[in-house]
């Protein structure tokens, strides 16, 4: 749902596809995404963490929930019990992915009854408000002092990422 071209540039800057460990934190996160919480995960908090503050909200939370999730793949304290270090190039991709499925569970419960004190987008809006979280995700993940992050060269490929997007889908 974020602009198609951003979503390809984060999956590969230079043509390779994202590693098995970018994957499996996508996999983890969404799986804590879209389990409910009386199961142990965030799938009904998520309205209430899009009406924090819509966009800015929910990249926040997902740059922190990343942050977290790095660190306890590279530690090996994950099912598998396997550490599998995450190239910093493919955060990129995780967050654009991170983000859309928080959006999805949004637009799943607003679809079954819920309700938002923030209105949610919809179309193009929703397109904008997913690159919006992203630009936050990168915000909050590089607050976070991740020791093997260059947080400059991090937030500059976000922002030419997004721009292009907008450049060529727009």
């Not at 142990?40 to 926040?60: C, K, L, M, N, Y």
């Not at 942050?67 to 530690?75: H, W």
């Amino acid at each position: 749902m974020i602009n198609e071209q951003v979503m390809q540039q984060a999956q590969s800057e230079e043509a390779a596809p994202a590693s098995e460990a970018a994957e499996v934190l996508v996999n983890n996160i969404a799986d804590t995404i879209w389990t409910p919480v009386d199961e142990g995960g965030a799938f009904e908090e998520t309205i209430q963490i899009w009406d924090e503050g819509g966009p800015q909200s929910v990249g926040s939370f997902a740059g922190h929930i990343i942050r977290e999730q790095v660190d306890r793949l590279e530690s090996g304290a994950t099912q598998s019990g396997t550490a599998m270090e995450l190239p910093r190039d493919d955060l990129l991709f995780v967050g654009s992915e991170v983000i859309n499925e928080f959006y999805e569970a949004i637009a799943t419960q607003i679809k079954a009854g819920a309700q938002t004190q923030v209105p949610f987008p919809e179309g193009e809006e929703l397109e904008d408000s997913q690159g919006e979280a992203l630009i936050y995700a990168t915000e909050a993940y590089t607050g976070t002092n991740d020791p093997k992050l260059d947080t400059e060269a991090a937030a500059q490929t976000a922002v030419q990422y997004l721009s292009q997007g907008a450049e060529n889908g727009a």
